[in-house]
């Protein structure tokens, strides 16, 4: 460049015009056009070369659009689903002015819609039942009312089994209930032996109009003379004559829907609140009523944690931004002579940085308009499936939460800008004259992103431990956001790492990782959107896989694993044992293996309650108690004392089960071998006791006492010490055996009949034997149930499984996505391939590699970091509850065998899902001169 400078002869005047000097404000304005006209340049090219790469525009609409139409399609329900206080209110009253609800004798308050009510001074529950004529004489005169109980019970017989139904009684008769329900065929119910059941309680039950559905014990059976939908509950409901079910004691859940002849104002609220009535009405709110909120609902707010549900956020836009960067830096490859031209032509580095920016801008708003289409455009028209078989209940208006739709589409075009950042920096450092000769630029990876790429992954394990020591998700999730950041800073260099190690391999996975290691802009991304997934999956499923292992652990059975314990409810008839033993034989399978158990209470009859237990000797009594607030020294003693030496689990769970038994029931109840049975049997019928607890032995001898209450009235407990024995390893919760004689000496009767009867199995019955049993036993009542299944009732399994296939799912297609692109961009040198004399089988095999590179590093390093990142959070949480007292069962360190055996498989599903779809014929094409 040749600069020339005007020379002036010197003592000579320069006279020419001086230079007006541009204001701030002119200055300001100036850089503004200049920023806005670079701006919309870039973004016409981008639409420009969005029109061009058809294909590769689709895939990246295509995995921005995805998510948000998700994400849309959830906000849109929620907001349908989310009913406003009024319409919340329209749909409690129906055609009613006003819902009342008798809650206390004594003045209530309550907010402004009757969610929530609290009392003035203690709480009087109504003694007595309250009457229709009781509530109209609140009211005033021209006041009518109508009573419905919502929630009744009720088990109906079906076609195969016995169905659990929703019960309301009300008069569907009358215009005030009737407007709460929505006829669908039929009419209102009449008569108490008539009922209308909804659409869903029709098909289970399989009933027709005009046919007849017997209650589950055979007392009554209804007639179903309509089908009606409550728009509250989709599931099996039926609704019944007010007759069908007599009212029963003071308590009752009723509710009265009330028609006044004037407004349901503040005065009228007032009023009924200081009678104890709860109030639902469409009503404005009032200074009043504002008052009363504020006093009841001071303090409660939302209890979510809003950082926790960012973070997650976070972690899903990571995911998109790292699968969506590999086809940007394909696309900027592809036009590195464009962006050479446009820096020849006087572009400087902002504007190359601006131009490849504006294609994330454009197919990001392109995505989220698409998105956000498709995502609302599904919710409004699979309303009615959501709304059955989602939510169980009809939505309110329609409505798509303006706000959420917003911020979504603001995070996809985000996603779109941060997927082209790193691209973005690359051709603004391009070589122009290697971009206009169609040049590679040799990759080179700075020695500061890994040492920034080690120093986040240090700090985010060290987040991540401390967020786990003071329970916070939102701090662990910032720290496994940093750590993956920090992985994806590595990851470049270790790429490079392998490319040289591969120099000893066959020459189609030397291929791959050379073009791995030549295309990082590509390959890192994509390797580092399988690793987030993977990690994330992995050090959940190991968090949960250890979390189910302590439950189980602290898990305390009540009967030794595949027995049946027996309860009939309250009835005047109960079968014999024989009875009992003949449909166990027939419905479960068990032959013999059933015995009765008797309770034990006090007075002639035995119908007394009176609280039996054993008593710890002084000498083994812990003399701290967990609700005092121990101090940390205290902990410490008491964790140091041996009479403390026990389970959390085991010491809340005092509660000792007390019965009589001649040693029949024992080894049901508690699974102990023939020999101890036998001893402890002999000690019965000697006249003692059998506790499952050793500790609470002392010399031959169990202290029991018995604390009775007559009338009310408590008497001093007495003590005695009788003969024992402490069965050594008892399964189930603890019990106490007593003989009769020991009973008697105790001055306790057992009761005239059985209070259940045990049945050992050798494996736990299922469902449908559970309920072919219960109806054997029909003709006597309706019974109670207990299964032990021999663990917590928790099963993470499916969960485990649900995490592994969506980390798979991501693992394929980042695999897939990756090695379709790096297909495209070497198909110039698949050509010499050709010309070479490469079978035809070799472009498969690459496939196959490039695929395996990409699956197969991101599945280590995934799960290299997902085992290191559980072993930290369970670590400091261990740590965290190592000084408490009683001492916790800790977690342990599992390996979440499930998840890791799925995650092995994907990169070889993805390997040959590459094979499958690669054509093997390499291209041939001829150089023009």
């Given at each position: 460049m040749i600069i020339r400078r005007v020379l002036r002869a010197p003592g000579r005047v320069d006279t020419s015009p001086a230079r007006p000097v541009a204001s701030p404000t002119h200055l300001g304005r100036r850089r503004l056009a200049e920023l806005t006209g670079s701006w919309r340049t870039a973004l016409r090219i981008a639409r420009r070369e969005s029109r061009r790469?058809?294909?590769?525009?689709?895939?990246?609409?295509?995995?921005?659009?995805?998510?948000?139409?998700?994400?849309?399609?959830?906000?849109?329900?929620?907001?349908?689903?989310?009913?406003?206080?009024?319409?919340?209110?329209?749909?409690?009253?129906?055609?009613?002015?006003?819902?009342?609800?008798?809650?206390?004798?004594?003045?209530?308050?309550?907010?402004?819609?009757g969610d929530g009510w609290s009392t003035r001074g203690d709480e009087h529950v109504p003694a007595v039942r309250v009457t229709a004529a009781q509530v109209t004489a609140l009211l005033g005169a021209g006041s009518r009312v109508t009573e419905v109980r919502p929630h009744v019970p009720l088990t109906l017989r079906g076609p195969h089994r016995d169905e659990d139904v929703d019960g309301r009684v009300l008069d569907l008769t009358d215009p005030l209930a009737r407007g709460l329900v929505r006829f669908r065929a039929g009419r209102a119910p009449q008569q108490p032996g008539e009922v209308a059941v909804s659409p869903v309680a029709l098909r289970r039950l399989d009933l027709r109009l005009g046919h007849a559905v017997a209650v589950a014990d055979g007392s009554r059976a209804y007639t179903v003379v309509g089908v009606v939908e409550f728009p509250d509950d989709l599931g099996a409901v039926v609704a019944l004559h007010p007759g069908a079910v007599p009212p029963t004691g003071p308590e009752s859940d009723s509710v009265w829907l009330a028609d006044v002849p004037g407004a349901v104002?503040?005065?009228?609220?007032?009023?009924?609140?200081?009678?104890?009535?709860?109030?639902?009405?469409?009503?404005?709110?009032?200074?009043?009523?504002?008052?009363?909120?504020?006093?009841?609902?001071?303090s409660i707010g939302p209890s979510g944690d809003l950082s926790t549900g960012v973070l997650i956020a976070g972690l899903g836009l990571l995911e998109v931004v790292l699968l969506v960067g590999p086809a940007f830096a394909v696309g900027i490859r592809r036009r590195r002579r464009d962006l050479a031209l446009v820096a020849v032509a006087g572009g400087d580095a902002a504007q190359l940085r601006r131009v490849v920016l504006a294609d994330g801008v454009v197919l990001g708003v392109l995505g989220a308009a698409a998105g956000l289409l498709v995502g609302v455009g599904a919710a409004f028209a699979g309303r009615p499936l959501v709304e059955q078989y989602v939510f169980?209940?009809?939505?309110?208006?329609?409505?798509?939460?303006?706000?959420?739709?917003?911020?979504?589409?603001?995070?996809?075009?985000?996603?779109?800008?941060?997927?082209?950042?790193?691209?973005?920096?690359?051709?603004?450092?391009?070589?122009?004259?290697?971009?206009?000769?169609?040049?590679?630029?040799?990759?080179?990876?700075?020695?500061?992103?890994?040492?920034?790429?080690?120093?986040?992954?240090?700090?985010?394990?060290?987040?991540?431990?401390?967020?786990?020591?003071?329970?916070?998700?939102?701090?662990?999730?910032t720290g496994l956001i940093l750590g993956e950041l920090g992985l994806v800073c590595c990851t470049p260099t270790l790429i490079g790492a392998l490319a040289r190690l591969g120099r000893v391999l066959p020459l189609a996975p030397r291929i791959a990782l050379r073009d791995a290691s030549r295309n990082r802009a590509a390959a890192a991304p994509a390797i580092c959107a399988v690793m987030a997934a993977v990690a994330s999956s992995v050090a959940l499923g190991a968090y949960l896989a250890s979390d189910g292992a302590r439950e189980m652990r602290a898990y305390r059975p009540a009967l030794p694993t595949g027995h049946v314990l027996v309860d009939p409810n309250e009835s005047t008839r109960h079968p014999t044992l024989a009875q009992v033993a003949t449909a166990a034989r027939d419905q479960l399978g068990v032959v013999g293996a059933v015995a009765p158990v008797y309770a034990v209470g006090c007075g002639p009859a035995g119908t007394d309650y009176c609280d039996v237990a054993p008593v710890l000797p002084p000498e083994r009594v812990c003399p701290w108690l967990p609700e005092d607030g121990l101090s940390a020294s205290h902990r410490r003693q008491a964790r140091a004392d041996p009479r403390c030496g026990i389970r959390e689990a085991d010491y809340f769970g005092g509660y000792v089960q007390t019965d009589v038994d001649d040693g029949t029931a024992l080894p049901l109840l508690t699974g102990v071998d023939p020999a101890t049975t036998a001893a402890a049997t002999a000690v019965l019928h000697a006249g003692g006791v059998v506790v499952t607890d050793p500790r609470y032995l002392h010399d031959g001898l169990v202290t029991v006492r018995v604390n009775q209450m007559d009338a009310g009235l408590d008497r001093p407990p007495a003590t005695r010490d009788l003969p024992g024995y402490a069965l050594p390893a008892a399964a189930g919760q603890p019990r106490?055996?007593?003989?009769?004689?020991?009973?008697?000496?105790?001055?306790?009767?057992?009761?005239?009949?059985?209070?259940?009867?045990?049945?050992?199995?050798?494996?736990?019955?299922?469902?449908?034997?559970?309920?072919?049993?219960?109806?054997?036993?029909?003709?006597?009542?309706?019974?109670?149930?207990?299964?032990?299944?021999?663990?917590?009732?928790?099963?993470?399994?499916?969960?485990?499984?649900?995490?592994?296939?969506?980390?798979?799912?991501?693992?394929?297609?980042?695999?897939?996505?990756?090695?379709?692109?790096?297909?495209?961009?070497?198909?110039?040198?698949?050509?010499?391939?050709?010309?070479?004399?490469?079978?035809?089988?070799?472009?498969?095999?690459?496939?196959?590699?490039?695929?395996?590179?990409?699956?197969?590093?991101?599945?280590?390093?995934?799960?290299?970091?997902?085992?290191?990142?559980?072993?930290?959070v369970l670590f400091s949480v261990n740590r965290q509850y190592a000084t408490d007292w009683p001492v916790p069962d800790p977690y342990p360190f599992l390996v979440p065998w499930p998840v890791l055996g799925v995650l092995v498989l994907v990169p070889v599903v993805a390997m040959l899902g590459a094979g499958l779809f690669t054509r093997a014929r390499l291209p041939i094409e001829r150089r023009l001169d």
């Open positions: 790469a058809r294909r590769r525009t689709a895939l990246v609409l295509a995995m921005i659009a995805l998510p948000v139409a998700v994400l849309a399609f959830l906000a849109a329900s929620y907001d349908m689903a989310d009913l406003t206080p009024q319409e919340r209110v329209e749909r409690q009253l129906g055609v009613a002015d006003a819902e009342l609800r008798w809650v206390a004798d004594n003045p209530v308050v309550q907010d402004e819609w104002d503040a005065a009228l609220v007032s009023r009924l609140n200081d009678r104890g009535v709860v109030v639902v009405a469409p009503r404005s709110p009032d200074d009043s009523t504002s008052e009363r909120k504020r006093m009841y609902l001071g169980g209940a009809r939505f309110g208006g329609y409505r798509c939460w303006p706000t959420a739709l917003v911020l979504l589409g603001g995070v996809a075009v985000l996603a779109g800008v941060l997927a082209a950042l790193a691209p973005a920096w690359t051709a603004a450092r391009q070589d122009v004259s290697a971009g206009l000769a169609g040049r590679r630029t040799p990759p080179t990876t700075r020695a500061r992103w890994l040492a920034l790429g080690l120093a986040l992954v240090a700090g985010g394990a060290g987040l991540a431990a401390f967020g786990a020591t003071q329970t916070s998700p939102a701090v662990i999730l106490l055996l007593l003989s009769a004689s020991a009973a008697r000496q105790l001055g306790l009767h057992p009761s005239p009949s059985p209070s259940g009867w045990v049945i050992g199995t050798t494996t736990p019955p299922d469902d449908e034997q559970l309920k072919r049993f219960a109806a054997a036993l029909r003709p006597f009542g309706t019974i109670s149930l207990t299964v032990e299944y021999g663990g917590a009732p928790r099963d993470v399994s499916p969960l485990l499984l649900l995490l592994a296939a969506a980390a798979g799912l991501i693992t394929v297609g980042a695999a897939g996505i990756a090695t379709a692109l790096a297909a495209a961009e070497g198909r110039a040198e698949l050509t010499t391939l050709a010309a070479v004399g490469a079978a035809p089988a070799l472009r498969r095999v690459l496939a196959i590699c490039q695929a395996g590179v990409i699956a197969g590093l991101g599945s280590v390093l995934g799960i290299v970091a997902g085992l290191g990142t559980a072993a930290i």
